[in-house]
């Protein structure tokens, strides 16, 4: 999953450079991603890599913790919100949806990246963990969905319609409004679900001198 990855910082989109210090059973628990663009770094400490630059965190550890025995029923909604139907795709699941990390890769068979996710949640062969402050660490258009809860940033929120494909989904807390990018297709008392609006490719008529 390191390929998908990339710097948060404004600049063209690259792949960033990894140095291992540790791997197990194939997975990276510690290391640094650096960018051959504006060289920032990123630790990877733990399995867990950290896009923050330093900067604190919103968490709600008490609302969190209260979804964590719901892991099953949160992979399930997950799944049928983002349509993960596509097996090997890349779902990106944010906060207490994070929960479902596992549980979302195993009932979809789909890769899944998840970010500030709660400490309970661990590495394996198709989760990624990152933490973030703002910026999603994606390439654009990389997920077929994303889903983050109300404890991130705007920025989380413009980054999740960067990074999702067109026609993909995006499941969004309701004390942030819907993008203007997305069509909100249902919404109930805490979330919304959208989906991207495809690009519009523009056909003209043939002519005789075509």
Known sequence: MIDLL???????????????????????????????????????????????RGENIAECDAERQAASHRREELATRAGAYLDATQPATTIVLGGLWAYAAQELADIADVRVIALNPPREVKESERVGLARIAGAIPLASESAHGVALDAWFK????????????????????VSFEAPAEVVVLAHDDNYWVAEKTPEMITLRRATSRD
């Not at 705007?154 to 499941?171: E, F, K, Q, S, Y």
């Open 6 to 52: 990339r710097c948060v910082n404004a600049h063209e989109e690259t792949w960033l450079v990894a140095s291992f210090r540790e791997v197990t059973n194939r997975m990276v628990t510690e290391g640094t991603l650096g960018c051959p663009i504006c060289s920032a770094e990123y630790e990877i400490r733990n399995g867990v890599v950290d896009f923050t």
């Open 154 to 173: 705007l920025g989380a929120m413009n980054g999740a319609v960067r990074v999702t494909r067109p026609a993909g989904r995006i499941v969004g807390p």
